[in-house]
């Protein structure tokens, strides 16, 4: 399976830490948050992977030059920001040989099975499956309206009233079906967008999948200071389920974690 990991953002409101470290490079817990990606894609079956680039590029490149796994990794340099759907469509080729492949935002800390995911977007049959994880800012995110199958009858990004605290997750994994709902080619303003300019279209064609997983945003220092919080106790919780089996039920990190 093929990914785009959508890791272009200059990481404005982390300033001063991205005066000096691109935002996908921040550590988190001493990893930089784009090594935590990679790896998740490799384990999750994620054969290829394209990376946008923009901010910071060469420091970027500097560092997946420096990376070794299995994992193939290609690179699209964007002068100007495309948007995460522009930066999709423009990079459309790259997936035209894959019945369905993921997208995902680098900006997110997740402990995510990709894999299980994967299995679930494999038994449906709409053109996307959006990860969806409860928020506690729903009128700064996405949010999303099912039905009674889990069906996406309504998403709004950044509804002034929302009417549900069900967000956006930033991963998704989609048919090519998806492209039919693009605006065709790109707007005047050269950013194509996932949540104002295509999945609002997309509705009922899109499941949601309930991340219960750790997820987070780490768009504001206050947010990357909770992922540090949040990533050390599940790192401590995941050691001590390595050391006592028996009781791994108890270290599930699901209901605590929100999409912040």
């Known amino acids: 399976m093929k990914a785009f990991l959508l890791a272009a953002g200059e990481g404005r409101r982390l300033r001063p ?19 935590i990606w990679l790896t998740a894609l490799e384990r999750g079956g994620v054969t290829d992977v394209l990376v946008n680039l923009h901010y910071a590029h060469e420091r970027v490149r500097e560092f997946l030059d420096d990376w070794r796994s299995s ?11 495309l948007g995460s759907g522009g930066t999709v469509l423009t990079n459309r080729g790259f997936v035209h040989d894959e019945d369905s492949f993921l997208i995902a935002y680098a900006d997110n800390l997740t402990t ?40 996406v009858v309504l998403f709004e990004e950044k509804a002034p009233q929302p009417r549900s605290n069900l967000a956006n997750a930033g991963v998704y994994l989609a048919r090519q079906r998806m492209f039919d709902y693009f605006p ?15 999945l609002p279209r997309m509705a009922p064609d899109l499941t949601a999948y309930r991340v219960e997983e750790l997820l987070i945003d780490i768009g504001t220092l206050e947010d ?4 540090q919080e949040l990533w050390a ?12 089996p028996t009781s791994s039920a108890a270290t599930t990190s699901s209901s605590g974690w929100t999409h912040a």
């Open 233 to 244: 106790a599940d790192r401590r919780r995941a050691q001590s389920a390595a050391k006592n």
């Open 184 to 198: 065709t080619g790109m707007p005047a303003s050269g950013v194509l967008d996932f949540g104002f300019d295509v």
């Open 112 to 151: 995510l099975d990709l894999g299980r995911m994967t299995a679930f977007h494999d038994s449906t049959t709409t053109a996307l499956t959006l990860g969806v994880s409860p928020t506690d800012r729903p009128s700064q995110k996405g949010t999303v309206v099912l039905d009674d199958r889990g069906r």
């Open 224 to 227: 990357y200071a909770r992922a």
């Open 71 to 81: 994992l193939r990794v290609h690179t699209a340099y964007e002068p100007a920001l």
């Open 17 to 35: 830490l991205t005066d000096t470290v691109p935002k996908c490079l921040v550590p988190i817990g001493g990893t930089p948050l784009l090594a």
